[in-house]
């Protein structure tokens, strides 16, 4: 191994490759509560038992993963999920403490039905756009319910994904649709304070199949414009249509200083639902080209934006593939910062694309393993977390 990190420095210079393996090691990388527990679809989830079940076993389980990985040193927590007020909420910093790790962005939960309150079945047409106001004034409460719980967990991240759309063209107004949407969300965020950031997350559909009330980066972005500086956009890597070039989005909302947060997994056919990396990992290496040239350019700091895994887990044991998106992740970001941005720069400005192609590929083609070994060894991880886990638990 000591070879072929010798080969890497000869190679890429022995600066890149040490700043490869110090940036590895420190990317924040979130993993949602609601990740450990086993996903399903609408033909059920496949319980095994082994699946953490309440939010202290998830958060245990998410101690682990970071001893393991490195990785969620903050975990995303989803209300009412994980606590339905502030008293069960202040009973989640103990297990927090036990597991060494701190709570990350607070997710609110539009869609479930509650036991009390006018969030019944009705919220299935909607919740910050229900035609009734009854309804949109208690979506809002549960929204600002979530930032008092963000500022009791010690967190600064407040993240919004909307479930609002229709079914059929005749159910609601698309104008009253965007100006409820628009009125509410000015609640929301007069209720943020200085240093607090409310992520508005966009999705093409599901579950409304035939609008969905925040469905494009557009949307998003105009909605964070109008919501203030505190409101920023988080991309969702499966919410896009197929073929949408979800890097060039996100040089355009970097440019704008509204990228706020990223949320990786992977997808075929629709939605967000498979492990990051396993199928495009191309494309989460451009993301990540993308991510580190706005840093260069003086936009964003990689490092700033509020990064989580968020897919389901159907089939695999949800740890294991847990661990597996994250080796993806890092590898997809050590690729990016082997790119010789100065070459690239060049080719692009002669232009000649096909030099400037070959330096994105001899980046992504190399094999980055010693540098994801070394980074691990020098924290004192285990170098094949999956293998280890495996044996020990
Ligand atoms: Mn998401």
Known sequence: MTEQLDHLFEYFGKDIIDIA???????????????????????GAYKVGTEP??????????GQFHKLTGKGSTIALHFPWDGKNKTEVRKLKKPLKQAGIAAGSINANLFSIREKGP????????????????????????????????????????????PDGTNSPGQMSM?????????????????????????????IFEPGFYSTAIQDYG?????????????????????????????????????QGKLGGF???????????LATGSL?????????????????????PVHELAFMIDQSH???????????????????????????????????AAPDPTPADRILMDAFNTDVRPILYESRRNHGLPLDPLSTWRETS
């Open 21 to 43: 393996i110090q940036r590895v090691a420190t990317i924040p990388i979130e993993v949602p509560s609601w990740g450990f527990g086993r996903g399903g679809t609408r033909f």
């Open 314 to 348: 159907n089939i695999k044991d949800p740890f294991e593939e847990l661990i597996e998106s994250v080796e993806n992740i890092e590898t997809a970001y050590v690729k990016a910062m082997l790119v010789d941005y100065h070459g690239l720069e060049g080719a692009r």
């Open 263 to 273: 949320h990786f997994n992977d997808s075929y056919y629709a939605d967000d639902d």
């Open 280 to 300: 495009h990992p191309h494309q989460l290496f451009r993301i990540f080209v993308n991510l580190i040239e706005g840093e260069m350019r003086g936009y964003v």
């Open 219 to 255: 949307r998003s972005l105009y909605l964070s414009w109008l919501a203030g500086d505190n409101a920023k956009v988080l991309v969702d890597l499966g919410h896009h249509p197929h073929g949408v070039n979800v890097e060039q989005i996100i040089a355009q909302v970097v440019r």
């Open 119 to 162: 969030l019944t079945d009705t919220i299935r047409f909607g919740s910050l756009t229900h035609p009734h106001e009854k309804v949109r004034d208690a979506s809002v409460k549960h929204c600002i319910d979530c930032l008092d719980y963000m500022r009791l967990l010690g967190s600064n991240t407040f993240v919004l994904w909307l």
């Open 53 to 62: 079940v309440t939010p202290g076993e998830k958060i245990a389980a998410a």
């Open 175 to 203: 104008y009253e649709q965007s100006e409820r949407l628009e009125d509410a969300l000015l609640q929301v965020s007069e209720a943020l304070v200085e240093n607090e950031t409310m992520l508005i997350e966009y999705k």
